[in-house]
């Protein structure tokens, strides 16, 4: 089976240098994220980045300094259009993946969009998502599971949801470290709450991912989690991200996740 590709987010783009040796070193290519404008935040005190202007400059900055793809998410659909100018992928969040008027303008731009799959949505949910982009003439989507709310202030990852988002017909991906959120759950000194997470158990996440047949991960790296501006709980330390990289290979390398098996039911006879 292909190994996976690894569209990776980091608020800040320094630490991508070593991020790109890692990944030459054990074989996968990169695919960029980081956002101009993180609007979703827990808080409104949160930081949320630089805006569409200059954090599409920086952006491309990266795409060119490094030659590698780009991908960043939109929340308006006045946005879809100088997005696609630097983007190569264009990313629809999660809350946002039923938006009829958002997922046909990203559409618009002839990108591969992203679509990541409400944490409040069955995975046939996604079957629908697919089809709007593919009926505003855009062929080129992927979809991604990033856990689901059962409850308050916790996700639940299941693994049958990474089988049945094929039914979209199109490469499907994890976020193994959004999975592990744990929204509004961590309470701030000066009052109010913050986004925690099980940073970890994203090994676990990503073996599990891997194992049944992904065509990528999704993962927040950070070369230093404690001070992260976005994300802390769930950034994945740049030091260990090789080790962990090199096990995902050789786990992808022997699964047969994307093979369906063929269960034989008549009556066995030895």
């Not at 569409?52 to 006045?78: F, M, N, Q, R, W």
């Not at 990033?146 to 979209?168: K, Q, S």
């Not at 000194?189 to 925690?196: I, K, L």
């Amino acid at each position: 089976m292909p190994e996976p590709r690894s569209p990776c987010r980091s608020a800040d783009p320094r630490p991508n240098i070593l991020f790109s040796l890692s990944l030459n070193r054990v074989g996968l290519p990169l695919v960029f994220k980081s956002s101009f404008d993180k609007a979703n935040r827990t808080s409104s005190k949160s930081f949320r980045g630089p805006g569409l202007s200059e954090g599409l400059k920086i952006l491309e900055k990266v795409k060119i300094a490094y030659d590698i793809p780009i991908i960043t998410d939109v929340h308006e659909s006045v946005q879809c259009e100088p997005v696609g100018k630097v983007a190569d992928i264009i990313q629809i969040p999660a809350f946002l993946c039923r938006q009829t008027d958002l997922l046909v303008e990203a559409a618009k731009t002839g990108k591969i969009i992203n679509v990541k799959k409400g944490q409040f949505c069955a995975p046939s949910v996604m079957v629908n998502s697919v089809e709007k982009i593919r009926l505003a003439g855009n062929p080129n989507v992927m979809v991604c599971e990033r856990g689901t709310m059962f409850g308050y202030n916790d996700l639940i990852v299941d693994p049958r949801n990474l089988e049945w988002m094929r039914e979209a017909s199109c490469p499907v991906v994890a976020d193994v470290t959004h999975s592990l959120q744990q929204p509004a759950g961590r309470k701030l000194d000066g009052g109010g709450v913050a986004s925690g997470g099980l940073r970890e158990l994203i090994p676990c996440i990503a073996r599990t991912a891997v194992a049944v047949g992904v065509d990528g991960v999704f993962m927040e790296v950070h070369d230093d989690p404690l001070n992260a501006p976005v994300d802390g709980p769930t950034q994945w330390p740049l030091r260990h991200l090789e080790e962990l990289l090199q096990e995902l290979v050789a786990i992808a390398r022997v699964s047969k996740g994307k093979q369906r098996f063929n269960i034989d039911l008549t009556p066995y006879r030895d």
